[in-house]
């Protein structure tokens, strides 16, 4: 099932529905995490919302073979974790705004799978992880590398966490269509350039392997979004660099998700 977040009404509370048909939804009643229900009521769809509002992003680094590569780093032993703010999400087509205040000049791109959780997860064994799944997403985790590298003492938190560097989208889908996240491809368009093309069989660690590992000692509360790394491709690795500029339009896609587009301005 793919599920979607959406407003019928500006003035509405944001709602989940099952996605039927652009801009048609059949409205879901109940807690997506707990008891919920499809209602059998088709509404429309007047703006498309970040499928979920997470209660914390754990972004994993380094964690594809190629990309790793690319950046110069060794294939890390444990998985390289950082946090990203909540507040970083931004919706499917609504805008990447380039800092100012803390200005950025180096802001790339990273398309994602995006992992959600169901209900809370501590001490997961990697054989039971993907039970503790609700869905699927993509995600594009926008860094900005100046303050990620030189600004922060390598800390990359700050870098992540600008206001809209978590693009979420478009929709969240149940793992009954994805049944293995270790073979989906995905991918970057910045103009309608392809800069970002592989699969997630070259994750290091795969999906069952980070819950187990982020759930060790720690709970992980339902709606907890992790970010499960970016292939080879992205911006600071090319010759000469790419960096996202106001006037672009990046999409990120999976397969079996579907395509997130936002603006940069």
Known sequence: MK???????????????RWVEPNLAERIRGDLFGEWSLAGELEPI????????PTAILGIGLNYRRHAEETGGKVPEWPVLFLKNPASVQN??????????????????????????????????????????????AAN?????????????????????????????????TPDEIPDPGNLRLGTRVNGETVQDWTTSDLIFDVPQLIEFLSADTTLLAGTVILTGTPHGVGMARQPPLWLKPGDAVTVWVDGVGELTNPVV
């Open 3 to 17: 599920i979607v977040r959406y407003l019928t009404d500006p003035g509405e509370p944001p709602r989940w529905g």
């Open 46 to 53: 007047a703006k498309l919302l970040a499928p979920v509002q």
């Open 92 to 137: 499917p087509g609504d805008p990447i705004v380039i800092p100012r205040a803390l200005p950025a000049e180096e802001v790339d791109y990273e398309c994602e799978l995006a992992v959600v959780l169901g209900r809370n997860a501590r001490n997961a064994p990697a054989e039971r992880a993907l039970d503790f799944v609700l869905g699927y997403t």
């Open 141 to 173: 985790d926008v860094s900005a590398r100046d303050w990620q590298i030189r600004r922060s003492g390598r800390q990359w938190c700050r870098a992540k966490s600008f206001d809209t560097f978590c693009p979420l989208g478009p929709c969240l889908v």
